[in-house]
C-alpha cells in the first residue's frame, strides 16, 4: 500500500524519523502491507454496515412511534438527518481530495452519499404517507431513481449504482401493474418481463461500453453482472411461460431470437464468458420446459419419461459446460493476443 | 482541473442538489398544510369492508359508498375523470354524475364539488384506498364511518381524518 509509505516519508519530512532509519522504516511499512488492506477492507465494510443499519434504524424508528411525534418533528427528523448526510460528504470530500482525486468508488465520501440516497428516499415515503392523496406507488420509486442518478454518477459507486439498478425495476413493475399494458404478441401477463429484460439487457451494453471506453465514474462490476443477471431470469421465465403455453408461436418465437441475440454478442462482438453462460443455461431451462410438456401430454409412464427428461438435463450441462471451458480459454487466448 | 476545484464541485453538486430537494419537499408540504387549512370539506361515507380483510396489521382498507355508482357508470379499464357530487347539510358527498374534465365552478350548483377520480384495470381509484395508523390501535379506528377530505382548487383530496357514525373525529 502505497499510503503506508508516503506516511512514512511525511513523518521522515517532520523529523520524526532518521535518516538512518528510513531504510528499515520503509522496508516496515512494505511488510504491513497485506495487514493495511485487510484493516481497510473491515473499516470500508463497517462503514457501510453502520450506514445501512442507520438508515434502517432512522426508518423503523419513526414507523414505532408514528403516533408519538407529530407531522412536522418527523419531517424535522428526517430532513436534518438529510443534511447531516450531505454536510458529511462536504467533510470527508474535503478530506480526501488529495488522496482520492476522483472521490470515486467505495470512499468515506461516497458512504454518506449512499446515506443521503436512503433519507431522500425515506423524505419522499414519509411526505407520501403523512399525506395519503393516493397517488400511484410506481411514482415514488421513479422520482427516487431520478434523485439517485446524479449522486451514482458522481460516486461511481458500486453500491449506488445498483441501488440505481433495483429502484428502476421496481418502478417497472409497479408501472405496468398500474397501467396493465398489451404490444404486438405480448399480452398483459408478460409484457412487463419483456421491458423488464430489455431494459436490463441496454443497461449491462451501457456498462460495458462506459467500461470500455475508460469511464470509471460507471465502473460497476456487481451492477453490471446483475443487470444481465436479471434480464436473462426475465428471459427465462418468459421463455418458460412460452414453452409450457404453445398457444402463441410468434411469442415463443422472440425468445429464441432474442437468446441467439445474447448468445452472438457475447460469443463474437464482446466476448463476455458470463452472459455466454447465462445464455446457455437460460436455453436448457426453456428446452427442459418445452420437452417436458411434449413428454408428458398423453404419456402412459410418466416414470420413464423422468428419466429421458433427467437424462437429457444432464447431457445439455455438460456440454455446455466442457463447451463455456473451452470459450474461456479462447477469450483468454484473444485477450492476451491484444495484451501482446 | 486541480484535485481542489475537483472536490469542490462534487461538494457544489451535491449541496445544490440536497437544498433543491428540501425546497421541493417543503415547498410541497407548505401547499399540503395550506390545501388541509383552506381546502373545501367533503365527507365520504365508507362502505363495509369484509371483516376478515378489515384489518390488515397496521392499515385499514377504505372503501367508499360512492366508488358502487361510479363503477356502473362507465366501462373504460383506464380512465382520468370527476365524480360529481353535492354536498348535503352534514357535508356527506352524494353522488350525482361523472364528468371526463374539470368544469369551472360556474358550472356547479351551488354545494356542488368535483373530486378527482382514476380507473386502473377497472378498479376505481378514489383519494387514498387504505388509512395507515399505529400498530393495536385497529379497534379504535373500527367504527370508522365517514372519511373526512380537503379538496383543492383542481378537484384533488387529501384525507384529514375519519370520523364516527356521530361525524366526531376519531
Redesign the interface.
Known amino acids: 500500500m502505497s499510503n503506508l509509505r508516503e506516511q512514512v516519508w511525511r513523518w521522515y519530512e517532520q523529523g520524526k524519523i532518521a535518516a538512518e532509519e528510513m531504510p528499515k522504516a520503509l522496508k516496515l511499512a512494505g511488510q504491513s502491507q497485506a495487514d493495511v488492506e485487510w484493516q481497510q477492507k473491515i473499516e470500508q465494510l463497517l462503514l457501510w454496515l453502520g450506514v445501512l443499519l442507520l438508515a434502517a434504524g432512522v426508518i423503523i424508528f419513526l414507523a414505532f412511534n408514528?403516533?408519538d411525534f407529530g407531522k412536522f418533528g418527523k419531517?424535522a427528523l428526517v430532513?436534518a438527518l438529510?443534511?447531516i448526510c450531505?454536510f458529511s460528504?462536504?467533510w470527508f470530500?474535503?478530506q480526501?481530495?488529495?488522496s482520492l482525486?476522483?472521490?470515486l468508488g467505495a470512499t468515506k465520501a461516497n458512504s454518506a452519499?449512499l446515506g443521503?440516497s436512503f433519507m431522500?428516499g425515506a423524505?419522499?415515503a414519509l411526505?407520501g404517507?403523512t399525506?395519503?392523496?393516493?397517488a400511484?406507488p410506481w411514482q415514488l420509486f421513479a422520482i427516487w431513481s431520478l434523485?439517485l442518478l446524479?449522486?451514482a454518477w458522481?460516486s461511481g459507486f458500486d453500491l449506488l449504482w445498483l441501488k440505481l439498478l433495483l429502484l428502476l425495476n421496481v418502478s417497472v413493475v409497479l408501472y405496468f401493474s398500474?397501467?396493465?399494458q398489451a404490444l404486438w404478441w405480448f399480452g398483459f401477463d408478460i409484457f412487463p418481463l419483456v421491458v423488464i429484460s430489455v431494459c436490463n439487457g441496454l443497461s449491462y451494453l451501457f456498462f460495458y461500453g462506459a467500461t470500455a471506453l475508460g469511464l470509471t465514474r460507471c465502473n460497476a462490476p456487481i451492477t453490471q453482472a446483475l443487470t444481465m443477471v436479471t434480464a436473462l431470469s426475465a428471459l427465462t421465465w418468459y421463455g418458460c411461460w412460452q414453452a409450457a403455453d404453445m398457444t402463441n408461436k410468434a411469442s415463443f418465437t422472440f425468445y429464441w431470437l432474442y437468446a441467439l441475440t445474447v448468445f452472438i454478442l457475447s460469443r463474437f462482438v464482446l466476448q463476455q464468458l458470463f452472459p455466454l453462460a447465462l445464455v446457455c443455461f437460460s436455453v436448457i431451462a426453456v428446452s427442459t420446459v418445452w420437452l417436458a410438456t411434449k413428454l408428458f401430454v398423453g404419456a402412459n409412464n410418466g416414470v420413464y419419461m423422468f428419466l429421458l427428461l433427467s437424462l437429457y438435463v444432464i447431457g445439455v450441462t455438460t456440454m455446455a459446460s466442457v463447451w463455456l471451458t473451452k470459450a474461456r480459454g479462447l477469450f483468454h487466448g484473444a485477450q492476451a493476443d491484444q495484451e501482446a | 482541473m486541480t484535485?481542489?476545484n475537483?472536490?469542490k464541485w462534487?461538494?457544489a453538486?451535491?449541496?445544490v442538489?440536497?437544498a433543491s430537494?428540501?425546497i421541493l419537499?417543503?415547498w410541497?408540504?407548505f401547499t399540503?398544510e395550506a390545501w388541509?387549512a383552506k381546502g373545501d370539506v367533503v365527507r365520504l361515507k365508507l362502505a363495509p369492508v369484509d371483516p376478515r380483510s378489515l384489518m390488515q396489521g397496521d392499515y385499514m382498507t377504505l372503501n367508499y359508498e360512492i366508488m358502487a355508482p361510479i363503477r356502473s357508470s362507465t366501462t373504460e379499464q383506464?380512465l382520468d375523470a370527476y365524480v360529481r357530487v353535492k354536498r348535503d347539510p352534514d357535508l356527506v358527498a352524494q353522488y350525482i354524475g361523472v364528468e371526463t374534465r374539470y368544469l369551472d365552478s360556474t358550472a356547479l350548483a351551488e354545494n356542488e364539488l368535483l373530486l378527482q377520480v382514476r380507473v386502473?384495470?377497472g378498479q376505481v381509484?378514489?383519494?387514498?384506498?387504505?388509512?395507515?395508523?399505529?400498530e393495536g390501535?385497529g379497534k379504535h379506528f373500527a367504527a370508522a364511518k365517514y372519511g373526512e377530505f380537503r379538496v383543492n382548487h383542481k378537484g384533488?383530496?387529501?384525507?384529514d381524518a375519519l370520523l364516527d357514525q356521530y361525524l366526531q373525529k376519531l
Open positions: 408514528w403516533q419531517f430532513q438529510l443534511l450531505s460528504y462536504t470530500r474535503w480526501e481530495r488529495d482525486v476522483d472521490g452519499l443521503l431522500i423524505l419522499l411526505v404517507q399525506y395519503q392523496t393516493g400511484d434523485c446524479p449522486l458522481l398500474t397501467w396493465p | 484535485s481542489i475537483r472536490a462534487n461538494i453538486l451535491v449541496a442538489l440536497s430537494l428540501l419537499v417543503n410541497d408540504i399540503r388541509l383506464n386502473r384495470g381509484k378514489l383519494a387514498t384506498n387504505a388509512y395507515f395508523f399505529e390501535k384533488e383530496l387529501l384525507l
